[in-house]
């Protein structure tokens, strides 16, 4: 569930300010950079890429239904 976050109109403009002035990227870019990252690593830790990680372990329920039918 998300809850919406309030602050103070005097606070919210004192955080754009401080964004404009820094030049950051938005949340959301930092998010997917984050993401894109942790799935990397993840990658080279198990050695295959997610799509081939997905793809094996689908096939394999679908052999284990297989057999149980």
Known sequence: MAYKII???KMMKDL???REYC???SIIQGIRESVAEYL???EI???TSIEDAV???EK???E???NQA
Do not use: C, D, T, V
């Open 16 to 18: 754009w300010m401080l």
């Open 45 to 47: 830790e198990i050695g």
């Open 40 to 42: 990397k690593r993840k």
């Open 64 to 66: 284990q239904e297989s």
């Open 7 to 9: 602050l103070p109109p």
């Open 60 to 62: 394999h329920k679908h």
């Open 23 to 25: 030049g950051g990227p």
């Open 55 to 57: 793809q094996a372990i």
